[in-house]
T-cell receptor, first 111, second 112 residues
């Protein structure tokens, strides 16, 4: 079993819909949680970063962490075609120096 | 700002050939990383360097070597390329564990 699991998708939604992405992890030592967005033929870029359980909002993006269930979510409101990308979750241990990436979920937002 | 720069962007090799992938960062970051990305496999860590002068194996180190030349540069070497090493290789750097990793745009490597 992989330490970090994501549904690979693709997840296809119409423009304006809410995109819901999920990630589960097995290692309780993970304390910091990052979401990266990767456009085709580009390197990943940091989208959201959170530490504590609960919600963190940044514009149209909300990251949700439930440490008790080892479950991470990313919500994209009012989705745009420019949100079409692969979304990778990546937890890290406190004082760690290695991210562990999920396999990524590919999202397609259709105009 | 350049961020993380990888060279070359594309390369085709024959089985058994060797080559070095170069990576440089201009953000004064302490840690640097080499990943490979294959369809359905996500990003897998090959080697990393937590600080200048140190290197450690990641998840898939076999067939690769690395050199942390100085704080800015971290190279990845394939001594005898194999078709299984066909992949997209990403270099990343990070200041500290609670900071994001910054990625280059990758090297697309095909081994025939």
């Amino acid at each position: 079993q992989k330490e970090v699991e994501q549904d690979p998708g693709p997840l296809s939604v119409p423009e304006g819909a809410i995109v819901s992405l999920n990630c589960t992890y097995s290692n309780s030592a993970f304390q910091y949680f990052m979401w990266y967005r990767q456009y085709s033929r580009k390197g990943p870029e940091l989208l959201m970063y959170t530490y504590s359980s609960g919600n963190k909002e940044d514009g149209r993006f909300t990251a949700q962490v439930d440490k008790s269930s080892k479950y991470i979510s990313l919500f994209i409101r009012d989705s745009q075609p420019s949100d079409s990308a692969t979304y990778l979750c990546a937890p890290i241990k406190a004082a760690g120096n290695k991210l562990t990436f999920g396999g990524g979920t590919r999202v397609l937002v259709k105009p | 700002n350049a961020g993380v720069t990888q060279t070359p962007k594309f390369q085709v090799l024959k089985t058994g050939q060797s080559m070095t992938l170069q990576c440089a960062q201009d953000m004064n970051h302490n840690s640097m990383y080499w990943y490979r990305q294959d369809p359905g496999m996500g990003l897998r860590l090959i080697y990393y360097s937590a600080s200048e002068g140190t290197t450690d194996k990641g998840e898939v180190p076999n067939g690769y070597n690395v050199s942390r030349l100085n704080k800015r540069e971290f190279s990845l070497r394939l001594e005898s390329a194999a078709p299984s090493q066909t992949s997209v290789y990403f270099c990343a750097s990070m200041r500290d564990f609670d900071q994001p990793q910054h990625f280059g745009d990758g090297t697309r490597l095909s081994i025939l």
